[in-house]
């Protein structure tokens, strides 16, 4: 299972197809090598692009308003076709018979999650402080202002409970295919009376895909970032990179502030999560241009599962 970082796309479809071509050079060499991958990939970047474009439209008159979990979806068919054309592409060139496949994915929330009651992951362009406040006067929307740059809508970042295409999504990996599924951390749905509706939401892409790695029986995570290792002390004259790290070992350094909330954090938190439910299993976070060294044990920062508390051997 490899997650892709949204801002490693790039910010317009011209800088996303050329960036996807080198992805795609990348996760050939593995899928040549006889891995079987799924891919999931962050969307920040191109939601906020899509959310604002759509937002100005409507204040403009010229189109209808459109809710935010279609954004996402939006998300997924465009980055999804350009990495599978890519891949496909990269495929046909090197003779692999593998088919990539994009599922525009729902994942399940849960409407009590803590998370709808403090929305706190900004989307969409910034504003005033007067122009946050009448929009959100009109839209009953949340705004926030984000680190002196301006004000922004915010909205709940829930935990993934379940993949609404799960069985699909198995069936496509037992078949062979390259599976891209829940791009941008899966569109957020709650269920009810009615059946699956949408949320405004975004969910985690990491939580997601580290959720898709337990359900699929993955052996391998892997956490694609802008560093090839996890640090402690990051960007500090005492920093210290780390080769391996145990889930153990990962709970005292977020004890101790080690990793920043909307940085590394979520992707150590990923991680551990998977390897509590497949303890067997290794998750390795790296970056794009390191992770072949990553997957053979060579690169990135390796996490395993370490339980807290040992069972003392018997006399």
Not at 214 to 225: F, G, N, Q, W
Not at 233 to 246: A, I
Not at 284 to 306: C, F, M, P, Q, W
Request: glycine residues 10%.
């Amino acid at each position: 299972m490899i997650a892709l970082g949204g801002n490693a796309l790039g910010n317009s479809p011209a800088e996303q197809l050329e960036r996807v071509q080198k992805t795609a050079e990348v996760l050939t060499d593995l899928v040549e090598d006889g891995f079987q991958l799924i891919i999931t990939h962050g969307n920040g970047p191109q939601v906020g692009v899509i959310n604002s474009a759509l937002e100005a439209a409507s204040a403009a008159g010229t189109s209808p308003v459109f809710p935010f979990p279609e954004c996402g979806a939006m998300t997924q068919g465009y980055i999804g076709y350009h990495l599978q054309q890519a891949l496909a592409n990269c495929f046909e060139r090197r003779g692999l018979r593998e088919i990539p496949v994009c599922v525009v994915t729902q994942v399940r929330v849960d409407p009590k999650d803590p998370a709808f009651s403090d929305p706190t992951k900004p989307i969409g362009r910034f504003l005033t402080e007067e122009e946050a406040k009448r929009l959100a006067a009109e839209t009953g929307y949340t705004y926030k202002e984000d680190a002196g740059r301006g004000w922004r809508r915010v909205v709940p970042s829930p935990v993934p409970v379940d993949v609404v295409e799960f069985q699909a999504l198995r069936r496509l990996v037992e078949s062979g295919s390259v599976v891209i599924a829940s791009g941008g951390g899966g569109i957020p749905v709650i269920r009810t009376e009615e059946g699956y509706k949408g949320v405004d939401a975004v969910i985690d892409k990491d939580r997601s895909a580290a959720l898709m790695a337990s359900e699929l029986s993955a052996d391998l995570l892997v956490i694609l970032t802008a560093v090839d290792k996890v640090c402690l002390n990051y960007g500090k004259p005492d920093q210290v990179t780390l080769d391996r790290l145990s889930t153990r070992k990962a709970e005292e350094y977020i004890r101790e502030g080690h990793f920043a909330k909307g940085s590394m954090l979520p992707k150590i938190e990923a991680c551990m999560s998977f390897l509590k439910v497949r303890s067997d299993a290794t998750a390795v976070i790296a970056s794009l241009e390191n992770v072949r060294n990553a997957v053979y044990g060579d690169g990135g920062t390796k996490l395993y599962y370490e339980p807290v508390y040992r069972k003392q051997l018997s006399s």
